[in-house]
């Protein structure tokens, strides 16, 4: 079936570093992937997205890099900062006709130690 | 410009009974999507609703149900809850069913079941 799966489920790094967060997915027909990021006793917060068509994408110290041939999506977040705590999810929206159902993953939680 | 609103933001309810838990989408959307989040794992995908129709169900049972008025506002509705129901329930809008659009969440229903 359809799964997205997260390598780690925590990850912890020291303030101003880089993060990196990693994220496999399945379904091959999938052509938007999104990356949320939710705080305790919060709703999911957008981050990034990225079409199939692209590679990466880069916002406000925030990339998405999108590897189609391993299936592989990460979020890379620099200067990281203890605002930045929270748990990370990657979601894969498949094709139109799927109604816009989102498959989310498990989540990682990131720890950023002052 | 409001976000997604939803509420009650916290209910406890006892098994057996029946919840309604309503949600109005970011002005202009006229998509409406249901998730459950149960603690430590990531939204699953309930309903989606377009234009007062809907376009999309997850694998819940027949319990759940929900609906959209012509305002855009929708309703999630759960029969003969269970303990197991509950979570934090998730209402997310977007500007048009399929996955490629953006797709927001607001900070969800918070439901005990006991």
């Known amino acids: 079936g359809e799964s997205v799966g997260l390598h780690l489920p925590t990850l912890s790094v020291q303030e101003g570093d880089n993060s990196i967060i990693n994220c496999a997915y399945s379904n091959s027909a999938s052509d938007y992937f999104i990356w949320y990021k939710q705080e305790s006793g919060k709703g999911p917060q957008f981050i990034i997205d990225i079409r199939s068509n692209m590679d990466k994408r880069q916002g406000q110290r925030v990339t998405v890099l999108l590897n189609k041939t391993v299936k592989h999506l990460s979020l890379q977040i620099a200067a990281t900062q203890p605002g930045d705590s929270a748990v990370y999810f990657c979601?894969?929206?498949?094709?139109?006709?799927?109604?816009?159902?989102?498959?989310f993953g498990q989540g990682t939680e990131l720890s950023v130690k002052p | 410009d409001a976000g997604v609103t939803q509420s009650p933001t916290h209910l406890i309810k006892t098994r057996g009974q029946h919840v309604t838990l309503r949600c109005s989408p970011i002005?202009?959307?006229?998509?409406v999507s249901w998730y459950q989040q149960v603690l430590g794992q990531g939204p699953q995908f309930i309903f989606q609703y377009y234009e007062k129709e809907e376009r999309g169900r997850g694998n819940f049972p027949d319990r759940f149900s929900a609906r959209q008025f012509p305002n855009y506002s929708s309703e999630l509705n759960v029969n003969a809850l269970l303990l197991g129901d509950s979570a934090l329930y998730l209402c997310a809008s977007s500007s048009a069913p399929g996955g490629r659009n953006t797709i927001y969440f607001g900070e969800g229903s918070w439901l005990t079941v006991v």
């Open positions: 979601a894969e929206g498949g094709p139109y006709n799927q109604g816009g159902k989102l498959i």
């Open positions: 002005s202009g959307h006229k998509s």
